[in-house]
């Protein structure tokens, strides 16, 4: 168990739907990352929060929001679904704003779109 | 283009031989990570290296970032089935240290 609490874990909808995907941090980061991972793309940075702020995007569609919550417990909804989101969804989660020491990710939730 | 490549993209060996997974770019990283994935989870961190010429070892696990800090290598002696899984390197750049760069990875299989 990494700390870092991913739910559900695995998510099955019909296109055109929408979806919550819920991250709990690692006791005591503050940083949330999201990324998703498809076996052609490999993994990608989708959005970073810090204490409750948006810290920066990556490559996240317009369909795709976030937030971080004062808890600091974060939730990625994913609307107007298309077959080409399925994929794994990953969480990580850092004391500090940077990345450079490493991730504790989560073991994901798997979204199937049909 | 991806800005780190890993290669080679699989590999399948059996129990006992050595191997070596690189991971290169021709960006400069501040630091560099390497972590493994099994299936069903999420990628666990194995290493961060920081300094150019940097050698890590955690246990038959050998790790090298390059003197440029453009490149990094991952070498395992004696391989086992447990070390079976996908081996991901991701690089931190300087101004956008917030996040990670993860290259595709590569998948070893260690046969018994």
Redesign the interface.
Known sequence: D?G?TQTPKHLITATGQRVTLRCSPRSGDL?V?W?QQSLD???Q?LI?Y?NGEE??K?NILERFSAQQFPDLHSELNLSSLELGDSALY?C?STKV????????????TRLTVV | T?LLEQSPQFLSIQEGENLTVYCNSSSVF??L?W?RQEP??????LV?V?TGGEVKKLKRLTFQFGDARKDSSLHITAAQPGDTGLY?C?G?RGG??????????TLLTVNP
């Open positions: 990494s870092v940083s990352y990324y793309q490999g993994l940075f970073h810090y810290r920066a990556g990953f990580a704003q940077s990345g450079s020491y490493g991730y504790t990710f989560g073991s994901g | 991806q501040s630091s990570q972590y069903g989870e999420g990628p666990v961190l961060t920081v991901l991701a931190a956008s240290n917030y996040k990670l760069t993860f290259g595709k990875g």
